[in-house]
Each structure stands twice: as C-alpha cells, then as structure tokens.
T-cell receptor, first 116, second 114 residues
Framework: NAGVMQNPRHLVRRRGQEARLRCSPV?????VYWYRQLPEEGLKFMVY????????ESGMPKERFSAEFPKEGPSILRIQQVVRGDSAAYFC??????????????FGEGSWLTVV | GENVEQHPSTLSVQEGDSAVIKCTYS??????FPWYKQELGKRPQLIID?????GEKKDQRIAVTLNKTAKHFSLHITETQPEDSAVYFC?????????????FGKGTLLTVNP
C-alpha cells in the first residue's frame, strides 16, 4: 500500500546508539503494525498499536525496544543501545478498524537499519 | 504458536513453465493465508490470499490452493515470466481481529530463466 510512509528508508547506527523509525499510516487508518525482517528470513510480527494504545506487543524483544503511536503524528519504533543483531528491515503496515473477517495487511516500503 | 514451513527454498524454472511453492502450517485455528512477493530491497507485496472457507482461488496466472485437513497450501504460477523472479513468502494467521499477526515462512527464491 503506497499510502504507508516510512522513514528513514536507510539508517546506519554505531553500536550503542539509538535508532528511531517512523511510520505514517494510510490517512484515516488508526491501526499500525510493525514487523521485522532479518537477512534472508521472513517477516516476524513485533507490535500492534492503535492511537495511544499498545494492543499486542508479544513479538517485541523485552529490552531496548519500544513503540508508540501518539494521538498526533507518526508511529515510532525506538531501539536503544543498538547491537549488530538489530540490523534488519523494519516494515510497518496499517489498517482501518478491523472487521470480523480480518484485514489484509499491506506493508510500507520499510526502513533498513544497519548497525556498524 | 503457529509454525509455517515453506518449500522449496530456491526454485529455478524456464520462462513459460509453471512454478509451485508449498507451505504447511501447524495451528488448525489458522484460517487466513496470504502470499507475498518481495523483490530485492523492496517491501513485500500481497499477490493473493485465501481464507479457510475457500479451497482454491485464482487471479490470472496465479492460483492458491488450500487443504485444511492436511494443513497445507500452495502457490501456483503458470506461464512464468522473468519479472516473476523474486522471493515469495507464504503466511498464516488465525484471522478475524487477529489477522495482523501473520506467521511467515522463510521464503522461496524463484528465478525464471529467459
């Protein structure tokens, strides 16, 4: 879905620095999902947020990772004290209010994080 | 939790041939099965999906079949073209309000040789 905007597209951080990845959902969508793709692997679910609420963070690492979706502005995925293993592509998706039959997930263009 | 296995990991075909990618899943509660195509450095793009009340779905050269009893589903691409070359991912979720929580296979690198 071309409407999901992510930035930066590419980010290089040194070990120990912080990485902030931003996701602007499709206009009118109030649900945001973050996935991570390690090199040569499939995507793995991280977190599901609605405006000002974390609904499901079962895929988030327990430490250093946090996510928010404020009332105004984009959703932000924050990684503190990055390590080389955090190098991955981070994809965001959005949807309107989920229907009983579920929503099709369309991903944004992704943010590629490289930790050196 | 759900576990999705995908085979083969690489597939090479001649232009015009058919390609088949197979996936199995473990959670019998899963009822939503999308397929994504990802080109190098790009986002995964949804190409087709199927829900558990349907056994087969077709969209031009692409078809997906689902066998809920055996817990497997397959992607079929006919008359392959070089632009079909990409990594293909299958995924599964329990659907409904939890459709967002997709479990992905590890991907199949499809190469279509001209």
């Amino acid at each position: 879905n071309a409407g999901v905007m992510q930035n930066p597209r590419h980010l290089v951080r040194r070990r120990g620095q912080e990485a902030r990845l931003r996701c602007s959902p499709v206009k009118g969508h109030s649900h945001v999902y973050w996935y991570r793709q390690l090199p040569e692997e499939g995507l793995k679910f991280m977190v599901y947020l609605q405006k000002e609420n974390i609904i499901d963070e079962s895929g988030m690492p327990k430490e250093r990772f946090s996510a928010e979706f404020p009332k105004e502005g984009p959703s932000i995925l924050r990684i503190q004290q990055v390590v080389r293993g955090d190098s991955a592509a981070y994809f965001c998706a959005s949807s309107p209010i989920p229907s009983s039959s579920g929503n099709t997930i369309y991903f944004g263009e992704g943010s590629w994080l490289t930790v050196v | 939790g759900e576990n999705v296995e995908q085979h083969p990991s690489t597939l090479s075909v001649q232009e015009g041939d058919s390609a088949v990618i197979k996936c199995t899943y473990s959670d019998s509660a899963s009822n939503y099965f999308p397929w994504y195509k990802q080109e190098l450095g790009k986002r995964p793009q949804l190409i087709i999906d199927i829900r558990s009340n349907v056994g087969e779905k077709k969209d031009q050269r692409i078809a997906v079949t689902l066998n809920k009893t055996a817990k497997h589903f397959s992607l079929h691409i006919t008359e392959t073209q070089p632009e079909d070359s990409a990594v293909y991912f299958c995924a599964a979720s329990i659907g409904g309000g939890s459709n967002y929580k997709l479990t992905f296979g590890k991907g199949t690198l499809l190469t279509v040789n001209p």
